[in-house]
């Protein structure tokens, strides 16, 4: 049973453009919802999160936007750079951010220049 | 750097051979996870410790598969009589407890290829 489930599977963005990628999960329990970027030979880095008391988190060209009534969450990347082209993962957990995280099975953005 | 460190980078072995991997966690982090990242499965749970507390094994996937943590600090994962299904990058974690929304820190992984 896939507990998050992300899409789309791939992705592929004019730079200068806004890349979205969509999560939703059935777990009501979950109360951590981070985003990690992940580029090839490397380890998964944690990029923003977020807590399900709030409807939206802003870092930089980076946002995640939380819809806790559909139990979805999104993650926008503003000004899309090629620098961003790595996977993105969304993933929650239970017990904050020391909670074993569940992963959805990730996007692969492709930001063409 | 201050990272975490596996090692590892790359092991090749053959079918039914046991493999040791390593995680050196970022100093000062109390909690420590290993997760599994396969093409087919993405990434998944394995086994998380939290300071001298029991550790939460609930995702190991047979128990061929063991982990264990000296001295709150390097973990070892173990797979014995490996198969060829167990191939993929095996990723540590770490993060520090006791204070909120303290971030799992990630190593870049061991890939295993069982031939």
């Known amino acids: 049973q896939q507990q998050v489930k992300q899409s789309p599977q791939s992705l592929i963005v004019q730079k200068g453009g806004i890349s979205i990628i969509n999560c939703a999960y059935e777990n009501t329990a979950f109360d951590y919802f981070p985003w990690y970027q992940q580029f090839p030979g490397k380890g998964p880095a944690l990029l923003i999160a977020?807590?399900?008391?709030?409807s939206e988190k802003k870092e930089g060209r980076f946002t995640i936007s939380f819809n806790k009534s559909a139990k979805q969450f999104s993650l926008h990347i503003m000004d899309s750079q090629p620098g961003d082209s790595a996977t993105y993962f969304c993933a929650a957990s239970i017990g904050g951010s020391q909670g074993n995280l569940i992963f959805g099975k990730g996007t692969k953005l492709s930001v063409k220049p | 750097g201050a990272g975490v460190s596996q090692s590892p980078s790359n092991k090749v072995t053959e079918k039914g051979k046991d493999v040791e991997l390593r995680c050196d966690p970022i100093?000062?982090?109390?909690?420590l996870y290993w997760y599994r990242q396969s093409l087919g499965q993405g990434l998944e749970f394995l086994i998380y410790f939290q300071g001298n507390s029991a550790p939460d094994k609930s995702g190991l996937p047979s128990d061929r598969f063991s982990a264990e943590r000296t001295g709150g600090s390097v973990s070892t994962l173990t797979i014995q009589r490996t198969q060829q299904e167990d191939s993929a990058v095996y990723l540590c974690?770490?993060?520090?407890?006791?204070?909120?929304?303290?971030?799992?820190?990630f190593g870049d992984g061991t890939r295993l290829s069982i031939l």
């Open positions: 974690a770490s993060s520090r407890l006791g204070r909120d929304n303290q971030p799992q820190h």
């Open positions: 100093s000062g982090h109390t909690a």
């Open positions: 977020i807590r399900p008391d709030v």
